[in-house]
C-alpha cells in the first residue's frame, strides 16, 4: 500500500516538473514548481528527512516560488529563437544518456556511509540530540558559516542591483485581514521550530524562512514600509548581524578552547542556541530583503 | 593554525563591516587586505619550517568534521591571492571604481566593491584551505556570487548581462560539480578530498570525478565552457576585472590541481581529455587575442589562451608520486595571477588616459607612454613566458618534463601557443611603447597615480618571481603527496 | 521496484529533463527554473545515496538544506540581474 503510494508520488513529481520545465504559460510554470516542491517535501517525509522536507516546503517551494512570482510579470517574455530540431533532439538524446548513466552510477554500488555510526557515537557531545541539527552547527558548523556568507552575498548584490520595489497596493485590501491571522501565527511557528530543532525537526532555516513568511505578508500589507530609512535600516543591521554573529562566535571560540568552532565543554547546547536564534532572524530579515528588493539609502 | 583562522574569517567579519558602515567601507577594505596579506606570509614562513598544518574545526576528525590543510601548493595560492589583493586594494582607493556618474550612483557603486570584494577573498582563502568537497562547493557559491557582483558594478547594461550569464553559467556548473559531489558520496560514503583516491576504484567514482571537472571546467572557463567568460572580463571595472581574470578562475584550476594530485596516477583519460582541451583553449584563446580589436577584450581572450595553458600542464603533469610535473602548473597559475592583474589595472589607467580601449587608437602622439604602458610590456613578458620571469620557469619545468617522456606533439603545441601569446601581445605592446619620431614634440607625460604603482608592483613582482622561484618551489616540494 | 527505486528514478529524470531544458530554453525564467528543479533532482539523489537499511543519513541531510538555502540566495540574484536586463531604464 505505502508502495503504490511512493509510486504515485513518484510518478506526481515527475509529472509537475515536466509542466513546470515545458509550460508555455509562465505563471502555470511556477505554480507547477511549488507544487513541484510541496510534493518533493511529501516524498522526504516518507524518506525519514523531515528536516529538509520542512525547509523544500518553506524555503524550495515557498519563498523560491514567491521570487518566481515576483519576476513573472516584470520580465520580459524573450522572442522563442528558432531552435532547429535538431539540436533540441541532440540535447534530448544526450539527456537520455545521461539520465541512463546516473541510474546507473547510483544503482550499481552498494553506499556505505561513512557518517552514521560517527554521527551516532558524538552525538551525545554535540548538545543536541537532533542529529542533522547537530551536523549543521556543530560537526560541520564550517559550512553553515559559509552559507551565510552566500545569504549575505546575495543581500549585497541585490543592494548594488536593485529590483524595483514590490508595491503592496493592488492587494492591500485582502491582505491586510490575512496579515493580522498570519503574521502572530509566523512568529509562534517559528519561535517552536527554533525551540525544538534541538530535540526534532526544525532549526535556523526552517523557522527563518517560516518568519520570513511572515515578514512578507506585513510588506505585502502595507504594514512594513521599508521605504522608511528607520524600518528598512533595521532590516537590514538584522540581516548582517547574521554574519557578524557567527563570525564573532568562531572567533570567540577559538580564542576559548583552541579550536574554530569548537564550543567549551557542556556549553555546546547554549551556544547551538544563541546563534540559531540570531540566525533565524538574520536569514528572516535576508529574505525578506532579497523578496523586496533594495532598501535604497539616500546619502546625505 | 592561527593564520589559516584570520584568512579564512577575517575577510567576511570586514566584509560585514563594510557593509554596515559604508562610509568607512575602504578603510575596512584596507585593513583586511593588508592584515590578510600579513597572515598569508606568516603562514607560508610556518609552513616552511614546520611543515604542513592541519587542523580539524570543532576538533571533529574528518570525514565528519571539516579540516583545514595549509600545505605548500595552498600556501603558494594564499600568498598569490593575498599580493594581487594588495594591489587591487591599492587601485580601488585610489581610482575609484567607475567613471564618475553623479554622486550617489558612484558611492553606492564603491560601497558595494568592498563589501563583495572581501567576500571574494574570504572565498578564496577559504577554499585554498579546505579539506572537504561539499565545503569547497559552498566557497564556489560564495566565489561565483561575489565575482557576479564585481561584474555588474558598473552597472551598464553590457555589464548586467554579462553578469546574469555569468551567474548563470557559473550555477550550472557549481550544480553540476554538486552532482558530482553527491556521486561520490553514493561511490565512496564520504566526502573530504581524502576520499579522492578511493573514486578511482568505481565506475560511479569515476564518474563522479567526470562530473566534477566538468563543474570546475565551466567555472574555470576552460575552453570549450568559457563562452560566458569574455564578456564578464572585458565589460567589469578594472579593479573587478583583474581580481576576475587573475584570481577567481584560479579557484577552479587550483580544485583541478589538487584532485589530480589527490587521485594519483588512476585518472589517465581524465588527464588526457584536460591536456587536450587545454591545448585547444590556448590555441582559440589565442586566435580571438589576435583579432580582438579593443585592448580589455584582447586581454580578456589572453586568459582563456592562459587558462588553456595551465590546464594543459595540469593534464600533462605525470603521476605526482614520482614526477615533480604538476609544479609546472602551480608556478604557471602564479605568474598568471601577477601578470595578468597588473596587465588588467595597467589597462584601466591606459584606458583612463586616452579615454577608449580601441587597439587602433593606441598610436598617438601627443602623449608618451607612462608607467601603466611599461607596466603592460613586463606583464606581456612574463606571459609570453621569457627568462628571467615567473612564467619562463613554469613553463621551462614543463616543457623540461615533457622532453624527458619525448612527448613532442605537446612541445609543439606549447611552443606554438607561446608564439601566438607573442604575437598578441605585441600588437599592443609594439604601439604603446613607440617612442623618438613618432612623439610629438610637446607631448604631455601622463601623471603618476596609485593605480600605476599597483600595476608596475604588480609585474615586477611577476618579474622579480623568476629569479626568487626557489621559494615557491621550495614550498610546493614540500607538499606531502 | 521498492520505493527508493522508484524515487531514485525520480531523482534522475528531474535532472536530466531540467538538463535539457537547460540546454534548450532562451527565456531567462525557463532557464532559472531549470536550474532549480536540477537542484531538487541532486538534493533526491543525495538523500536517496544515504539511505541504508531505511534509514536516512543525516549528513547528506544537512548537504540538502545548505543547498537549499544557498539556491533560493542565488536565484534571488539571478532574477534581480533578469529584472533589471529586461527592464530597468530607471537610472
Redesign the interface.
Known sequence: MTQLFDALLAVGIVGVAVAALFANDRFAAVGAFMVMGFLVALSWVRLGAPDVALAEAAIGAGLTGALLLRSARRLRVEPKMCQSRWSVAASGLISIGFAGLLYAAITSVPTVPAYPPLVAERLGESGVSNPVTAVLLNFRAWDTLLEIAVLFVALVLVIVVPVSRVRPAPLGEMVVPFAKVVVPLSVLISGHLLWQGADAPGGAFQAGAVLAGGGLALVLAGAMRLKKPLQGGILRATALSGLAVFGAAAVATAALTGHLLGYPDGQAKIWILGIEAVLTLAIAATLVLLFHGSVRRVPK | M?EA?VL??LP??A??GA??TPRMAAIWGLCATLINLGASILLAARILSGGDMR??????PA????S?VADGLAAVMLSMTAIVATAVALQAMSWGLVQPRG???R???QA?FW??WL?TL??LN?LFLSGDL??IY??F??L???A??LT??T?S?NS??A??DY??AG??GS?VF??G???A??????VDLAAVPALVD???GR??LGLIFAGLAVKAALFPLHFWMPAAHSSAAPAASAVLSALVVKGALYLALRITIEAGAGIEVLRIALAVLGAAGMLWGSWMALRAERLKLLVAYSTVAQIGLITLAIGVADDPSTSAMWQAAALLMLSHALAKAAMFLAVGRIAEELGHDRISGLNRTDLRPGVAEFAFAIAAVSLIGLPPTAGFIGKWLLIDGLIDRGAWVWIALLLGGTALSAAYLSRVVSRCLRGGPHVAPGARRPEWRTGDVAALGLATTALALGLGSALPLTLLNGTAL | MTSETMYILAGVLLAALAMHRLCTARDALARILALNVLSVGIAMLMLLAGRVAGVTDAVPQAFVLTGIVVLVAVTAALLSLAERISGGDDD
Do not use: H, K, M
Not at chain 2, 587542523?55 to 571533529?60: E, M, V
Not at chain 2, 570525514?63 to 571539516?66: A, D, N, R, S, T
Open positions: 592561527t583562522y579564512a574569517l567576511f567579519l566584509a560585514v557593509a554596515a587542523a580539524d574545526l570543532g576538533d571533529w570525514p565528519l568534521g571539516i583545514l554622486g550617489q550612483q558611492s553606492r557603486l558595494g563589501p563583495l567576500a574570504g572565498a577559504a561539499f565545503n559552498v566557497t557559491e560564495i561565483g556570487l561575489s557576479v557582483g555588474a558594478l552597472g547594461r548586467l548581462r553578469a546574469f551567474l548563470a550555477l550550472a550544480l554538486l552532482l559531489v553527491a556521486l558520496y553514493a561511490a565512496v560514503g564520504r568505481t565506475a560511479t564518474l563522479a
